[in-house]
């Protein structure tokens, strides 16, 4: 059922007290709270929570509500993965849901090799260049090479410090989505290798996706393929992920003739793809 009660607009809110200049006499203006809500669903939501529920208390019950978020989430098509799995705090559901993005830093070798721990750095050793083909994503100029022997690197991403606070994580469990692109040259095989794991607070392996490794055929026709996983009904406990690849040429080659990674991907996604 819809709320009748109403707020003052003029004086703010009904609890508000005149400013000095304003006479108590002042006409206000009587507000539905469902007309705030409607008010408040139409700006910005920063601003809803950084001004509006900071003005008075009948405007804070608004901005705090279950409601106006799940109204919220409806209306800009974040909905649930599993409607068994309602989230407690849809304020949080939906600001996840609307921040989603890739957790791994630096993915395409933009800023060498910045947020990446190098594990092994065989034959002569990981390298940056310019895209061997044209990828799919215009906006990827760069990929990380490998060499004779085994080359992997690897990154371990807080889940708290990202944003996802344990409850929401435990409670929710949303899907991790892990991607990552890897090709080889023409004339040169390639091998590569992967493995993301789902670690608790003590980093223990909770889940683990470790495939096979891909082997490309010397005289390949030089195109990018892209590994995809996700991570679905894994527990509570998970705190980090750990993503790990990289390969090395089957040749043996001296130089840079291994595998190719680039535009690696770790996201938390709450919402249901559109």
Not at 9 to 23: E, I, L, R, V, Y
Not at 55 to 62: E, F, G, I, M
Request: proline fraction near 6%; aromatic fraction near 12%.
């Amino acid at each position: 059922m819809k709320r009748r009660h109403s707020v003052m607009m003029g004086t703010a809110c009904s609890d508000s007290s005149p400013s000095p200049n304003q006479s108590s006499s002042e006409p206000v203006i009587p507000l539905q709270l469902d007309i705030l809500e409607e008010i408040f669903l139409n700006l910005p939501p920063q601003h809803v929570v950084c001004v509006c529920r900071l003005v008075c208390r009948q405007w804070k019950d608004v901005a705090d509500s279950e409601s106006f978020w799940r109204e919220r989430c409806r209306r800009e098509g974040y909905q649930l993965r599993d409607p068994s799995k309602v989230p407690s705090n849809w304020r949080l559901f939906y600001f996840l849901s609307k921040k989603r993005r890739n957790l791994i830093k630096n993915p395409r070798a933009e800023d060498e090799f910045r947020g990446w721990r190098i594990l092994r750095n065989g034959g002569h050793k990981w390298k940056i260049e310019g895209t061997f083909g044209q990828h799919s994503n215009p906006a990827v100029q760069k990929n990380y090479v490998t060499s004779f022997d085994w080359c992997t690197k690897e990154q371990v991403i807080n889940l708290k410090d990202e944003g996802y606070c344990p409850s929401f994580m435990d409670e929710f469990q949303p899907h991790i989505r892990i991607s990552d692109w890897y090709g080889a040259r023409s004339d040169c095989g390639s091998i590569y290798i992967i493995s993301v794991q789902l670690l608790d607070h003590k980093k223990n392996v909770l889940q683990n996706f470790s495939p096979e490794p891909a082997t490309i055929p010397q005289w390949n026709d030089q195109q990018w393929h892209q590994m995809v996983h996700v991570f679905k009904d894994y527990g509570p406990g998970v705190r980090y992920v750990r993503f790990t690849h990289g390969g090395k040429d089957t040749q043996f080659w001296a130089g840079w003739y291994g595998i190719r990674v680039t535009e690696s991907c770790v996201e938390v996604c709450p919402a249901l793809d559109n």
